[in-house]
């Protein structure tokens, strides 16, 4: 590259794009029109198995809790902090 068209990535690099802007996407031979903000991860988003497995795991507890006197589920709840 030469150094003009570095200095002209380099300036659209900084100027500000809006997250709303449109882009094409070509996904599977179709392309699709997205915004910005739809390609961009949510790293702090709980992924939809994480959920469905924490669910699951909480009803077997408490089935597995009802089986148990209240004094002993209370005790191995406090032990392992299984109340939440």
Not at 3 to 17: H, I, N, S, Y
Not at 52 to 57: F, G, H, P, T, Y
Not at 59 to 82: K, M, N, P, S, Y
């Amino acid at each position: 590259m030469t150094e003009r068209d570095l200095d002209t990535l380099f300036q659209l690099v900084k100027a500000p794009v809006s997250i709303d802007r449109k882009a094409w996407l070509l996904e599977t031979g179709h392309i699709q029109e997205v915004s910005f903000g739809d390609l961009i991860e949510d790293t702090e988003a709980v992924e939809p198995e994480d959920i469905v497995m924490s669910k699951m795991l909480q009803q077997i507890l408490v089935h597995l809790f009802d089986l148990l006197t209240e004094r002993e589920a209370g005790i191995i709840q406090l032990r392992f902090g299984l109340g939440d």
